[in-house]
């Protein structure tokens, strides 16, 4: 024990002795959370729009209004042709072009029904498939709009709408009603930060020791293999704490993300979550020889690790193959449980499935880091 | 120890007998080259195949209080429809927050008393659709296809005619440059950024800085070579081994997933070229201005990896950033690339339509040199 409380010393001593490092690892929080909780959104707020209108009409400008007044799209100053608005797509000058062909008022009054031409810069992708979502919205408005100013139209309303049997449909969004972006990147960020933190320092702080002959010097002392693991994890574990601790405060006070469960099962779920993280650094180091070699491989586990967990794709969008991979990914199941408990408010029942798993992952992964770490220094 | 130090007299071997000791570091580490010739190709599997966006299988609640002829018909429309799965039919609201706190249904559709005689009065019939939207894209996605179900079951009602009342203003709409927004064209040349500046800034960085750790870089500046060869042997061998997984990553891409690449190809090539010295003079000034190992890794990580991830349009497109955002991505080198790549790739345009691009990022490869050089000599002294 008196051994143990030497070398936790020694640790936090070292630790806190790297001001650059201990600055970085309590910078790292805010900025990610400021920048990934801004930047990552599929939203599209004031893409640049080319009209070409060709009708130039009340109800031809009645249309560009109303896309204007969406406030998702803004005029780019409009070349008049088709070919200018092709070379400002191009020159990625312009986010989407509208044509709106002649006769494009009369259809309406004649046929009640006309057409646009909406085509998308789908260079962007996502921003592409977005855009084309809210101009249906807004064409489709319109139209219901101009079904009452329309000249002949009042008269076919009045008609119709008699006892014709209808359907109001109401759209609720449970636990993000508004769709806040925001509310469903944080808890996935925050689930990063503890994953690097865990896994990138245990096996930097490791091999480290083992690049500059430390390791050698401990393994000659009567110190045991379990006080030299445990020395190396619990600082790390509790700093692993104590920056999602950050990113929390942050991520309430900073961002209003809520956080409708209980705060004390975020800690004891991540105090799980850290110990396989912390054992798969541990696992990293016992395979590597300098810390460039560590950070290589650390960096390739958890990038995949953190793509197959559902942070920027859906896990039940993947192919049945990829999903049963992500079944065995603790950071899947750690992702889940940290949306259930922010997000829905989930308590112990709900996530008892995901946090079972995690603890066999994290007993699994720890007995064979240790296992493999005794055989190396041997 | 001789022999060599004879030859470094002549500057021009010198230099050459710096780059091959380089290059015989880089190689001889077989595990870091596996790893750096492994992601890129783990990566083009994964953005290509498993990480997609759409939904295939939607699981449907239904809440029928009064089951009759019209909710029996809805709900064989919806079990009938491809992409819906019914999971369960209750007749009361009391299960859907179990239901979606097990996450065992993502829609509830629930429907009014008496559904079949209000329909049949010709009344409108309130229905709720209550999604989980803790994930609001997919929440969206998911309410746009059960309106469209719904829509498609007002139509056939009884008693309904077509509504005259609305004009109907359809919307051909063509997606440019990616017509089935098809995801692998898209990440292919947001990939090569992130690869290139892995390889060039964030190995510069650490190799540097380890020779720093080491010492070895004071043995280094006791020899003949000057401090700009120094820098550009350190940076050549990164560069070849940058351009050669480029190829690498673009012929993956292209074997894999047909991605189109319809400009020119030494254009693209030049470019990441010009690039990679852009990441290389990154990661010189970032091992110069940390003093380990380790906090030249985590500058490196924050200061080049997490903005090309996330700051460069790559996988967050910057017109969905907010305004004050916006600007910065600016200064992120791998946002110009990308437009470049694209452009090259999807658009096939050339040099007419991308040098000011071109030009940015040679002002930036200019800039950081020169600052990567002066920083150099401070440490030096």
Request: net charge positive; proline share 5%; charged share 15%.
């Amino acid at each position: 024990m008196r051994i143990l409380r030497f070398l936790l010393r020694k640790e936090y001593l070292q630790i806190f002795r790297d001001r650059f490092m201990v600055a970085q690892m309590l910078l790292l929080p805010v900025i990610q959370l400021a920048i990934l909780a801004n930047a990552a959104t599929f939203e599209v707020k004031g893409a640049r729009l080319v009209v070409v209108d060709e009708d130039r009409t009340t109800s031809s400008r009645g249309l560009i209004d109303r896309f204007v007044a969406s406030r998702r799209f803004q005029l780019a100053p409009a070349p008049v042709s088709t070919r200018g608005a092709d070379e400002a797509m191009l020159r990625r000058q312009a986010g989407a072009i509208l044509r709106i062909p002649i006769a494009f008022e009369r259809d309406l009054v004649r046929t009640r029904a006309a057409q646009v031409q909406l085509v998308l810069n789908a260079e962007d992708g996502a921003a592409a498939g977005v855009m084309l979502g809210y101009a249906q919205r807004i064409v489709a408005d319109y139209a219901d709009e101009l079904g009452a100013t329309l000249p002949g139209a009042s008269l076919a309303m009045a008609t119709v709408r008699a006892g014709q049997p209808t359907l109001d449909v109401r759209t609720r969004g449970w636990y993000n009603p508004e769709l806040d972006y925001r509310f469903y990147m944080v808890p996935g960020i925050l689930v990063q930060l503890v994953t690097m933190v865990g896994t990138f320092l245990t096996a930097l702080n490791i091999v480290r020791e083992k690049e500059l002959g430390t390791l050698e010097q401990l393994n000659v002392t009567p110190i045991t293999r379990g006080q030299f693991i445990a020395a190396k994890l619990i600082p790390l574990w509790s700093l692993g704490l104590l920056g999602l601790a950050i990113g929390l405060a942050v991520a309430r006070f900073a961002f209003h993300v809520p956080i409708r469960g209980s705060v004390l099962l975020v800690f004891g779920t991540a105090s799980v979550y850290l110990l396989a993280a912390l054992s798969v650094g541990l696992l990293v180091s016992t395979m590597v020889e300098t810390q460039q070699q560590a950070m290589f491989v650390t960096f390739f586990i958890v990038l995949v690790y953190l793509l197959m967990s559902g942070l920027f794709t859906p896990v039940r969008s993947m192919p049945t193959w990829a999903q049963w991979i992500a079944q065995a990914n603790p950071t899947m199941h750690y992702m889940e449980i940290m949306r259930g408990i922010m997000l829905r408010g989930a308590g112990l029942r709900e996530i008892a499935h995901h946090l079972a798993v995690l603890a066999v992952c994290a007993v699994a992964v720890f007995t064979l880091s240790v296992r493999q770490y005794a055989k190396r220094a041997v | 120890m001789i022999t060599p130090r004879k030859r470094m007299r002549r500057p021009p071997s010198t230099l050459g007998a710096f780059v091959t000791k380089e290059l015989h570091h880089i190689l001889r580490d077989r595990q870091t080259l596996a790893i750096l010739l492994l992601m890129p190709l783990v990566q083009v599997l994964l953005f290509g195949y498993a990480l997609r966006t759409d939904i295939r299988d939607l699981r449907v609640a239904v809440v029928d209080p009064t089951p009759d002829v019209a909710t029996q018909r809805l709900r064989t429309r919806l079990a009938a429809t491809a992409r819906f799965r019914l999971v369960t039919v209750s007749p009361t609201t009391k299960v859907l927050p179990e239901l979606f706190q097990r996450r065992t249904a993502d829609v509830a559709i629930v429907l009014p008393t008496s559904f079949a005689s209000t329909l049949g009065r010709g009344d409108t019939a309130q229905v709720l659709l209550v999604t989980d939207a803790s994930d609001p894209n997919t929440g969206t996605t998911m309410q746009v296809y059960v309106r469209s179900v719904l829509a498609d079951f007002e139509r056939e009602l009884e008693g309904a005619r077509p509504r005259a009342g609305a004009p109907i203003i359809g919307i051909a709409s063509r997606m440019r440059f990616n017509p089935t927004l098809e995801s692998a064209n898209l990440f292919v040349p947001g990939l090569i950024a992130l690869v290139l500046t892995l390889v060039s800034a964030l190995m510069t960085a650490i190799s540097l800085s380890r020779e720093k750790e080491l010492g070895t870089l004071e043995v280094l500046l006791v020899s003949p070579l000057r401090p700009w060869q120094i820098i550009v042997g350190k940076v050549v061998p990164y560069l070849v081994l940058g351009f050669a997984i480029t190829c690498l990553v673009l012929t993956a891409a292209r074997i894999a997933f047909h991605v189109p690449l319809r400009g020119s190809v030494t254009l693209l090539l030049a470019e990441s070229v010009l690039f990679t010295i852009v990441s290389l003079s990154l990661g010189v000034l970032v091992a110069a201005r940390t003093s380990s190992q380790r906090a030249a890794m985590l500058g490196a990580l924050v200061g080049t990896m997490m903005p090309t991830a996330l700051l460069s349009g790559m996988i967050f497109p910057i017109t969905s950033m907010p305004g004050w955002l916006q600007p910065v991505t600016r200064i992120v080198p791998a946002r110009w690339f990308i437009v470049i790549a694209r452009g090259i790739m999807l658009k096939g345009i050339g040099i007419e339509y991308l040098w000011r691009e071109t030009a940015v990022l040679a002002g930036m490869a200019l800039l950081l040199l020169v600052a990567a050089t002066r920083s150099f000599h401070a440490h030096l002294d």
